[in-house]
């Protein structure tokens, strides 16, 4: 039946369900897909850098009188305070830091860290070569091509996006909410959906920054998850925090609050600012990577002055604006020179750097695809470490969709399969000189022991791609991309199973729940 609320001029996806050649079209693409084991990729190659050595320094330079001379408003109290004992000259809320304390700081920083959650085996790896994937994170609404309509998103669906982070091996982490659930109150909606986040899954965790009850809260209950004593949970980093500037030039309250909480008990730290160029940062491209440097080392020296030694990491979401709208765009060939750019500053200043996979199309679509490619891989370009937003992302971050979130992961498969040494070794086995001595000029390779001992593993398998040509195509339903993306999504949530948890862990979880809940949960004005 046709949605009564979709506007007849929408493009409407065709629908092929059940029966008919399409249901027996070939298991390809369906949930019972073949994964690559999990691991944590290592990016081989050398990054692009777009800048020569003194435009590192110009940046640079442009980075540091920000901070002497124009500042950063911390619109925290105690973080003007922290800063200015520190030996920070302060004006109000205003903070210029010299650029000698600003580099002594970033010197304490690591440049690796591990995160570990609940299972140890998906413990991560923040810098050293690693790049990590995660998925969509906080989205107001929600997309799929069942109900083919906008909608504010609800705890069901979030709940659809975390099974999916934890089926697909190529994705890392668990960002924030993958879509905002309003139909929870948000007194206590951080209780419900980080459950739902340490249930469903195992991998790492983030807790956003908004506000002191629901910092602790998400600190508290990944200690219970994981079983640690408090000793351990600060030992080193379970879970992590992403904060962004409210760019131009300010840090807020509630961003300030949360990132000192968990500097203070050593969990990780990212921050990425977020500078549209042509609205909230210089037009210029190196003018809004300077002014995202500083207003995120502005944060790194707060954490570093709390706990020397913090794990810290510095993101990009450094794109441009369009100049007839104002909306912003994303995928961009400035979005990608900029988060270049940035990785070659993060290196400079020897910081794991965070990137992100993200478009402004609203369905998951041709747009879609080729603006989230340019995004992921000018993310392995520049050397990032995390890349947030890897899958499921749509309008700019005003949409979540699983089509497209199962689409995304068949580029990020490929990425990751692009990475493995296995691709470009040289050994005798690899030169294969038998081999071509066998076929010599006549015959083919097919049927060498060379390709039998290899065909299965020799090539990138795709779970969602259809390489049959036109007429298979045809034959087997004519069953466009999203379509096919459609039925993997709903084939893994039928089947999904929970990854394991102790029953005296889970009890305690949801008794940490009930009682936060009776108790009001996190302070709203309404």
């Known amino acids: 039946m046709q949605d009564p609320n979709r506007k007849e001029d929408a493009p409407a996806p065709r629908r092929r369900r059940g029966g008919g050649r399409a249901g027996a079209a070939s298991r390809r693409g369906h949930a019972a897909i073949e994964q690559p084991p999990w691991r944590l990729p290592v990016n081989p190659d050398r990054p692009v850098e777009p800048l020569d050595e003194a435009g590192v320094q110009a940046i640079h330079e442009g980075a540091m009188r920000i901070l002497e001379e124009v500042g950063i408003a911390f619109l925290h109290p105690e973080a003007v305070e922290i800063l200015r004992r520190a030996g920070c000259e302060t004006e109000g809320e205003v903070v210029r830091m010299d650029r000698g304390l600003v580099m002594e700081m970033v010197a304490k920083c690591p440049a690796q860290w591990d995160i570990t959650p609940r299972n140890p085996d998906r413990r991560i790896t923040m810098g050293g070569g690693h790049i990590l994937f995660g998925n969509v994170s906080s989205p107001p609404n929600y997309w799929d091509m069942e109900l083919g309509r906008k909608m504010p998103g609800t705890r069901a669906q979030c709940r659809t996006l975390l099974k999916l982070t934890q089926y697909f091996e190529c994705i890392h982490f668990t960002g924030g909410y993958p879509v905002e659930p309003v139909d929870l109150h948000p007194s206590v909606r951080h209780l419900d959906v980080l459950y739902d986040k340490l249930t469903l899954t195992d991998k790492v965790t983030h807790a956003y920054s908004l506000g002191a009850e629901r910092v602790d809260d998400a600190m508290e209950m990944v200690r219970i998850a994981g079983g640690f004593s408090d000793a351990a949970f600060e030992s080193g980093p379970k879970m992590y925090t992403n904060i962004n500037s409210t760019s131009p030039l300010k840090h807020d309250y ?63 979401f450094t794109s441009n604006v369009d100049m007839k709208t104002g909306a912003p765009a994303f995928g961009t060939p400035e979005y990608m020179r900029a988060t270049q750019m940035t990785g070659q500053l993060a290196r400079f200043y020897g910081l794991p750097m965070r990137a992100s996979g993200v478009c402004a199309a609203n369905v998951p679509d041709g747009q879609a695809m080729w603006e989230t490619s340019n995004s992921l891989w000018s993310a392995v370009q520049s050397g990032a470490n995390m ?136 302070p709203t004005d309404f």
Not at 302 to 307: D, P
Not at 388 to 399: D, N, S, V
Not at 413 to 422: D, K, V
Not at 507 to 516: D, I
């Open 254 to 316: 509630p961003m300030m609050d949360g990132w000192m909480r968990l500097a203070r008990r050593n969990q990780g730290l990212v921050v990425s600012p977020f500078t549209l160029a042509g609205a909230m940062a210089p037009v210029t491209m190196a003018g809004a990577v300077a002014q995202s440097l500083a207003e995120a080392l502005s944060a790194v020296v707060l954490a570093q002055v709390i706990r020397p030694g913090a794990c810290v990491a510095i993101g990009t």
């Open 387 to 522: 890349v947030y937003h890897a899958a499921g992302w749509l309008e700019g971050g005003l949409i979540a969709s699983p089509e497209k979130f199962v689409m995304d992961c068949e580029v990020v498969r490929q990425i990751q399969r692009y990475m493995e040494p296995a691709l470009w070794a040289t050994t005798p086995d690899d030169i294969a000189l038998d081999a071509v001595r066998e076929v010599g000029h006549q015959g083919h390779f097919f049927g060498t022991e060379h390709t039998q001992a290899r065909y299965a593993t020799a090539f990138y398998q795709p779970f969602l791609s259809d390489w049959k040509n036109y007429e298979g195509w045809e034959a087997a339903g004519g069953v466009w991309t999203a379509e096919r993306a459609h039925r993997v999504w709903k084939e893994i949530v039928a089947s999904f199973e929970a990854p394991p948890m102790d029953a005296a862990v889970r009890e305690e979880l949801e008794a940490f729940v009930s009682r936060r809940k009776a108790e009001g949960g996190a």
